[in-house]
């Protein structure tokens, strides 16, 4: 059963900052999922990344297969980024493929 | 937008009752997870359907049951509501894997008293 864990648990930071988000993982696995999550629920993929880095705008995310950890980083922060940041990892259980998530990362941007 | 929609938004019902969760996926999705996330928790999941199969079920009674229809929709039916059913239930779906991207709905919430 892979187990994922992600720190910190809480982040304020002030706008404008560089914002790191890690997260490890025990078992091997194929793919990484990072998703951010509002206030309100809804649930939106950021990146699905298997190896080396991927980029999108201000949000980096980078994955260490051998080390097992993966990193989603913000830069020039800002108040909209403020939501519940996630990393997810595939596992099976019982014949079905599911994916495992972290306790997720509530990051706060202040103006 | 991810294309992925969930009805309705929130929910109330008494300990006992049944309840009914809908999502619709985009066209081509053929698997679909449903999650339970209860508050400040991460989703658990609950199960997988694959081509209107179910495919793998997590740690839920069979109290928690699903469909999943051809057009690319699907339920989840949760019967004699506890008071611990509370949560944000979330649908996923995917084209097969999870080696692929994955689209989440905005949730229902389900408030049980």
């Known amino acids: 059963k892979n187990e994922v864990e992600q720190s910190p648990q809480n982040l304020t930071a002030q706008e404008g900052e560089f914002i790191t988000i890690n997260c490890s993982y025990s078992v091997g696995i194929s793919a990484l999922h990072w998703l951010q999550q509002h206030p309100g629920g809804g649930i939106v993929s950021l990146f699905m990344?298997?190896?080396g880095k991927k980029k999108h705008g201000r949000l980096i995310a980078t994955i260490n297969i051998q080390e097992k950890h993966s990193s989603l980083h913000i830069t020039a922060s800002h108040p909209r980024d403020s939501a519940v940041y996630i990393c997810a990892v595939p596992d099976s259980f019982q014949g079905a493929q599911k994916l495992v998530f972290g306790q997720g990362t509530r990051l706060t941007i202040n103006p | 937008e991810t294309g992925v929609t969930q009805s309705p938004t929130h929910l109330i019902k008494t300990r006992g009752q049944q309840v009914t969760l809908r999502c619709s996926s985009q066209s081509g999705h053929n698997t679909v997870s449903w999650y339970q996330q209860a508050l400040g928790q991460g989703p658990q999941f609950i199960f997988q359907?694959?081509?209107?199969?179910?495919?793998g079920r997590g740690n839920f009674p069979p109290r928690f049951s699903g469909l999943q229809f051809p057009n690319y929709s699907s339920e989840l039916n949760v019967n004699a509501l506890e008071l611990d059913d509370s949560a944000l239930y979330l649908c996923?779906?995917?084209?097969?894997?999870?080696?692929?991207?994955?689209?989440f709905g905005p949730g229902t919430r389900l408030t049980v008293t």
């Open positions: 990344l298997s190896s």
């Open positions: 996923a779906s995917t084209v097969q894997g999870f080696n692929d991207e994955q689209y």
């Open positions: 359907y694959y081509r209107e199969e179910e495919n």
